[in-house]
């Protein structure tokens, strides 16, 4: 089956740099890679998701980018604030059969 | 529109009770997945439904087990209940399998004592 591999487990920036979480994906027919966030206490909410018929996408201060000859898949958080301190999960979806990475949790200093 | 509701929000059970979670789907949406969230092992896939059948199935015992009716709100039971079996039970909806975009709900809270 499907196996998600997410890097690093954690990671504290200063306010205002860029954060990226990294992701690895094993199954190459996953075609959709969706990323969520999570606040303490909250469901998990989708920020971000790409398919694999494109290399980039990007949303405000937020971007993914996926290289599927690799099987690898990043998010990318620029001028990072306060608020967007949360656990962030990658997956990998097949036909609907979504496989979660373990999570980042990332922490914005002020 | 109203998001993905889950019912309860917690429960407290005994070992080798059984439990039944539920779950109703964004209006419109036909595909539910449920998953276990623990600290320790993170959120893990254990079954999607769609049209009142089981399409995927993760790597859960057979002590897992979940339908879906005819207007797409989706169970989930698990029987004889260990304590490893506490954890946070999130479903989450979407349009269809071919749509993959999917909701969470709240999540279920389940304590096994």
């Known amino acids: 089956g499907e196996n998600v591999e997410q890097h690093p487990s954690t990671l504290s920036v200063q306010e205002g740099d860029s954060a990226v979480i990294k992701c690895t994906y094993s199954?190459?027919?996953?075609?959709?890679f969706p990323w969520y966030k999570q606040e303490l206490g909250k469901r998990p909410q989708l920020i971000i998701d790409?398919?694999?018929?494109?290399g980039e996408k990007k949303d405000q201060r937020i971007a993914v980018t996926l290289n599927k000859t690799a099987k690898h898949f990043s998010l990318h958080i620029t001028e990072t604030q306060p608020e967007d301190s949360a656990v962030y999960f990658c997956?990998?979806?097949?036909?609907?059969?979504?496989?979660f990475g373990a999570g980042t949790r990332l922490t914005v200093k002020p | 529109k109203a998001g993905v509701t889950q019912t309860p929000r917690y429960l407290i059970k005994t070992r080798g009770q059984q439990v039944t979670l539920s779950c109703s789907p964004i209006?419109?949406?036909?595909?539910v997945s449920w998953y276990q969230q623990t600290p320790g092992q993170g959120l893990q896939f254990l079954f999607e439904?769609?049209?009142?059948?089981?399409?995927n199935k993760g790597n859960f015992p057979g002590r897992f087990s979940g339908r879906q009716f005819s207007n797409s709100r989706s169970e989930m039971n698990v029987s004889t209940l260990e304590l490893g079996d506490s954890a946070l039970y999130l479903c989450?909806?979407?349009?269809?399998?071919?749509?993959?975009?999917?909701?969470f709900g709240p999540g279920t809270r389940l304590t096994v004592t």
């Open positions: 997956a990998a979806n097949k036909n609907n059969d979504m496989r």
């Open positions: 790409i398919r694999s018929n494109v």
């Open positions: 199954d190459s027919a996953s075609n959709y």
């Open positions: 209006s419109g949406h036909r595909s």
């Open positions: 439904y769609f049209s009142e059948t089981q399409r």
């Open positions: 989450a909806s979407s349009l269809s399998p071919s749509i993959y975009e999917q909701y």
